[in-house]
């Protein structure tokens, strides 16, 4: 899918679509703010008019969501800030500076986590708590 702000949406959809497929509605929450995520950071670090991938469905260890993007570099945890709402900056050139919680709200969801090196770019993969 082109990696636009439009793809965070649709990757929501596409995992609610499997999941229920699946038989697993429990799990739709968890992996809808998973994929999103995943599919907002890849689109941060793609170039304009390029293209992501999702997964969603089994692999050998169980149910698994996951995010391609051409950019070979690791994603880095960042510290996250400390937000309250005095110090909260809603201005739109200050958006992503309340972030920083990516990585941890993934790793708190999921089972597990974890980076797969492509022939180029990688794969953010998260095994689902089903």
């Not at 082109?2 to 965070?8: C, E, N, T, V």
């Not at 969603?56 to 880095?76: I, Y």
Request: proline residues 5%; glycine residues 10%; charged residues 20%.
């Amino acid at each position: 899918m082109l990696a636009s702000r439009a793809a965070s949406g649709v990757a929501r959809s596409a995992v609610r679509d499997v999941l229920l497929g699946l038989g697993y509605p429990h799990a739709v929450g968890d992996a809808q703010l998973i994929i999103a995520e995943m599919v907002n950071n890849a689109i941060a670090v793609s170039p304009p008019d390029s293209t992501i991938r999702i997964f969603v469905g089994f692999r050998p260890l169980g149910l698994v969501v996951a995010v391609w993007d051409g950019d070979s570099r690791m994603p880095q945890r960042r510290p996250a800030a400390g937000v309250t709402l005095r110090t909260l900056d809603l201005r739109p050139e200050n958006f992503d500076r309340n972030g920083g919680w990516g990585l941890a709200l993934i790793e708190a969801l999921a089972r597990r986590a974890w980076l797969e090196h492509a022939v180029t770019g990688k794969w953010v993969c998260a095994l689902l708590n089903v």
